[in-house]
């Protein structure tokens, strides 16, 4: 199942003059492989590679194509937000490479500095001003606190837009929807990662799910009880190889 089948992430790759070699693979699941590489000068730099195996005998390698593609575009409409890890290039018609971020993703391990909630929050609403949806914000991993102490927002394959086709009222209704989930993420990692420096109205809000967060954890909910027990038994008898194996 995983989106590269039994290959791996390439050893060492050649790009603008530059080589780099193939640290770790960080993940390796059904849509992309991601893995840290560094040059020579022990700069690094993200790969990320979306499907190009087949799936139950069915090619998939154009899937891999438009999702790479669609993330890229989200890159370049992102460019210049110091929230945003700078687009490198594309590596091939499926893979592309970003700057490394030098910290850590949200969690309890590690306490967030000073300031880090507001710059959140504004890194979020500038992402809006672009007219762009996150979306993928529930998930800590994709929050980075940097070494530097701020925010950086990273993996935009599920973000929203409104392209030519969906310039409407329809379209832009759904934006604004899902931006609005945005930030009831921020504050719902607020709530889990810094709680005593919620305010009393913030606390509040997100207490007040959304009927589409209700209506995704009704669905995820038995999609993910039956998911990880399934994973479990194809990796047991080897019909998958694990996450990031090499």
């Not at 420096?197 to 959304?210: A, D, N």
Request: proline share 6%; hydrophobic share 35%.
């Amino acid at each position: 199942m995983r989106a590269l089948g039994r290959d791996d992430l390439p050893r060492r790759l050649e790009i603008s003059g530059r080589t780099l070699r193939h640290l770790a693979t960080a993940k390796h699941d059904f849509w992309a492989a991601t893995g840290f590489y560094e040059d020579d000068t022990g700069g690094r730099a993200v790969l990320k590679v979306y499907r190009t195996a087949r799936f139950a005998g069915a090619p998939l390698r154009w899937l891999g194509r438009w999702q790479c593609g669609r993330e890229v575009a989200f890159y370049h409409h992102l460019a210049g937000q110091s929230c945003v890890p700078a687009l490198l290039g594309r590596v091939s018609d499926t893979a592309y490479l970003r700057a490394f971020v030098a910290g850590h993703p949200l969690s309890h391990a590690r306490p967030v500095p000073d300031g880090f909630w507001p710059q959140l929050d504004s890194a979020m609403r500038e992402v809006h001003r672009r007219g762009v949806a996150y979306v993928d914000s529930n998930k800590p991993e994709n929050i980075l606190v940097g070494d530097d102490g701020r925010p950086y927002l990273i993996d935009f394959q599920i973000a929203w837009r409104c392209g030519p086709r969906a310039d409407h009222a329809l379209g832009r209704w759904w934006l604004t929807r899902l931006q609005h989930e945005d930030l009831y993420h921020v504050l719902k990692h607020k709530r889990r990662f810094g709680r005593e420096s919620m305010t009393p109205t913030e606390l509040e809000r997100v207490r007040r799910r959304s009927v589409l967060i209700r209506v995704h954890r009704a669905i995820n909910r038995p999609y993910r009880m039956l998911r990880r027990p399934l994973l479990r038994w194809l990796r047991r008898t080897g019909r998958v190889l694990p996450s990031g194996s090499n």
